[in-house]
C-alpha cells in the first residue's frame, strides 16, 4: 500500500484496477451490458473511459443475454483470453447458472487439466435501494459450493483494486461480488499493481473477548458495533473475509484459539449460508475448548423487501450486531 493519504473510492478502485490490468496485458477484456462509454460506461458509471481507451473491441457493450455474455468469455478464455464478464446484478446469474456452473467451473477437471478458465465475473448486489427482490440477494454460498470456482467480495478500494488484479491473473474462473451501496465508499488508493492473495483474511481489529467474522458491506455495519462495544469495555476481533472460497481457515481458527467464541455475520440469509461452512469447520476444530456456542447472523428467509422499513429490517445492521454479541457475553 502506499503511505500517502490519497482517497479513492470503491467504483475509482474497480475502474483503475481493470484499466491496469488491460494495459498490462492485451488478453484482457471486458463484456456485458452497457460497459461501453457510448452506453455510458457501465449502468453505475464503473467502467466509464475503459471503451474510450481501449477500444470497442476490448470493451463490448452485449445485448440483453446474460448466457452468451458468460459463454463467449468461457470460448474466449479457452482459446488464450482473459474475459471479464459483467453480469449486471447477481440476482441474474441465475439465467447463467448453466454455463458458470456447468462449464466454466468445471472444464478443468473434465479436460484433465488441459484447460483452464481464467475469468472474472462482476456482479454486484446488495439491499438499500428499494430495489426488490429480483435484484438484491446475495448468492455467494451456491458459488462457493461450486467445485472450481473462486468467490471474493471485499469491502476497501484497496481490496477491491487488488482482488481485482489477482482475480484476473488467475488461471480459475473467479466470482467477484459489488455491493450496490459501497461504490462510493472511500479510503486509501492502493499503490500501482498492488495484489491481495485469494484466500487470506484481514484483521481489521484485534480483540480477546470474541471473534467477529464478515465481508462485503457488512464489515462496515460490524465496524460500528466493534467500535460501540470498546467503548463499553469489550474487545472484539474484527475479520474481514475478503475471499469467501476458499476461506482463510487458519486465521480465524487462530483468532477463536484465542478468544473462544466466534460470530459469524453477513447479508446472505443466514440459513445454509457461509456463516453454517465456518461455523462447523471451527466447531469441530475447537470443540470443547469454545466457551459458548458458535452465533450466526444472517438475513431472514424471505426475498428481499421493497418497503423501505421492511427492507431495513431484513439484513443485519451494527446495532443487531452488537446487541448479539453483549448477550452471547452475558
Not at 478443468?108 to 448486489?125: A, C, D, E, L
Not at 476458499?246 to 449460508?273: C, N, Q, Y
Request: a negative charge; proline letters at 5%.
Amino acid at each position: 500500500m502506499s503511505g500517502d493519504k490519497a482517497q479513492m473510492s470503491v467504483g475509482q478502485a474497480i475502474n483503475a484496477a481493470l484499466a491496469d490490468a488491460m494495459a498490462a496485458d492485451d488478453k484482457v477484456f471486458i463484456i456485458g451490458e452497457d460497459v461501453a462509454d457510448l452506453e455510458g460506461g457501465g449502468v453505475l458509471g464503473v467502467t466509464t473511459g475503459l471503451s474510450t481507451r481501449f477500444g470497442d473491441d476490448r470493451v463490448m457493450s452485449t445485448p440483453i443475454s446474460e448466457q452468451a455474455i458468460i459463454g463467449a468469455a468461457i470460448g474466449a478464455s479457452l482459446a488464450g483470453y482473459k474475459p471479464v464478464p459483467e453480469i449486471m446484478l447477481m440476482n441474474f446469474t441465475t439465467v447463467a447458472m448453466d454455463m458458470i456452473v456447468n462449464h466454466a467451473a468445471k472444464l478443468r477437471y473434465m479436460s484433465g487439466g488441459q484447460t483452464n478458465v481464467p475469468i472474472t465475473i462482476r456482479t454486484m448486489t446488495g439491499a438499500g435501494f428499494g430495489t426488490g427482490g429480483q435484484h438484491t440477494d446475495y448468492w455467494e454460498s451456491w458459488f462457493a459450493h461450486t467445485p472450481g470456482m473462486k468467490v471474493v467480495a471485499p469491502s476497501t478500494p484497496a481490496d477491491f483494486y487488488g482482488l481485482m488484479r489477482t482475480c484476473i491473473d488467475d488461471e480459475d474462473p473467479c466470482l467477484f461480488i459489488e455491493n450496490l451501496t459501497m461504490y462510493g465508499k472511500t479510503g486509501p488508493a492502493p499503490a500501482p499493481d498492488h495484489r491481495v492473495p485469494i484466500g487470506k483474511a484481514a484483521i481489521v481489529q484485534e480483540g480477546t473477548d470474541l471473534t467477529l467474522v464478515t465481508y462485503s458491506r457488512i464489515r462496515y455495519e460490524a465496524e460500528a458495533a466493534v467500535d460501540e462495544l470498546r467503548a463499553q469495555g469489550i474487545s472484539v476481533e474484527l475479520i474481514d473475509l475478503r475471499t469467501i472460497a476458499p476461506w482463510d481457515k487458519e486465521t480465524i481458527l487462530t483468532s477463536v484459539s484465542k478468544t473462544g467464541r466466534l460470530m459469524i455475520v453477513h447479508e446472505a440469509v443466514t440459513e445454509f449460508g457461509v456463516g453454517a461452512e465456518i461455523a462447523a469447520v471451527v466447531s469441530e476444530a475447537h470443540f470443547g475448548r469454545l466457551k459458548s456456542p458458535i452465533v450466526r447472523m444472517g438475513g431472514n428467509k424471505s426475498p428481499v423487501p421493497v418497503s423501505k422499513p421492511l427492507e431495513a429490517a431484513h439484513a443485519p445492521n451494527a446495532e443487531r450486531i452488537a446487541a448479539k454479541i453483549k448477550q452471547i457475553l452475558g
